[in-house]
């Protein structure tokens, strides 16, 4: 089957490779996982311990966040999202999962669906293939076609598209708004514009939520939530981790000895 093969083909990859994906896949190392570098542990067999049960429903609830995802926001998407689409899946291990808020992420040809923040979908992002060249290709293809004069900068009509995406995936606009200061910018090389916005909500020098977007298209490139108390949406259910035998307080991660 299809969905076995792809939850199984998420391999040991080491607890220095666990906590590299963990940088990757959320953009900081969570802080419970860097603190635990530096502390005994359990063995690495034990921290990434889990059950077919428990892998099946933590890949159901990322599938299924991923639709409601993709519908609401109108992707271009084959919906529904379904085993056939999905080209790639990576599982946390439940005992880190539960520890770091960060339950995995779903990719298909076009987006990346990840549960990162709180147990609930927390970030969005539009596929651009492995490596940076296809990201650099992306964006000068996109400034190659769109060079525009700066008279036509609208930075209302991003923030418009921006706090709209951000509503239908339950986001609390009021909350962001009380705590963060709404930030706009476009790309202006020179003296020209690429229609492309990044709207940004920002406390001191920290991002809570951020979107990009291009403008002309009203399309969506990458939508982040950074704390999951501005996220409505339902988390996955703690009821979950009791498919794997986790202790309430997840231990510190210790480094394999070098043989």
């Not at 981790?241 to 991660?253: A, K």
Request: overall charge positive.
């Amino acid at each position: 089957m299809r969905r076995r093969k792809l939850i199984e083909a998420i391999g040991v990859i080491g607890a220095v490779g666990l906590l590299g994906a963990f940088a990757l896949l959320h953009g900081v190392m969570p802080s419970a996982v860097a603190q635990a570098k530096s502390q005994e542990a359990v063995s690495y067999e034990k921290l990434t311990e889990t059950t077919p049960a428990y892998r099946d429903a933590a890949y159901k609830f990322l599938l299924s966040e991923a639709n409601e995802a993709a519908r609401r926001l109108q992707l271009d998407e084959t919906i529904p999202i379904t085993d056939t689409n999905v080209v790639e899946v990576y599982l946390s291990p439940p005992r880190l999962a539960k520890s770091t808020g960060a339950i995995g992420n779903l990719k298909t040809r076009k987006y990346i669906y990840c549960v990162a923040r709180g147990h609930k979908l927390s970030y969005v992002l539009k596929n651009f293939g492995d490596g940076p060249a296809n990201t650099t290709r992306d964006y000068d293809e996109l400034q190659s076609a769109y060079t525009w004069p700066l008279t036509k900068l609208d930075t209302n009509r991003a923030t418009e598209l921006a706090r709209k995406w951000l509503d239908v995936v339950s986001v609390d606009l009021a909350l962001l708004d009380r705590n963060g200061v709404l930030e706009v910018r476009a790309w202006t090389p020179g003296k020209s514009l690429v229609p492309l916005y990044w709207v940004v909500w920002r406390q001191g020098e920290t991002n809570l939520a951020s979107v990009e977007l291009f403008e002309p298209t009203a399309s969506l490139r990458q939508l982040r939530v950074e704390d999951a108390k501005f996220l409505r949406r339902e988390s996955f259910p703690r009821t979950n981790f009791s498919l794997v035998d986790i202790e309430s307080s997840t231990p510190p991660i210790r480094q394999p000895r070098e043989k």
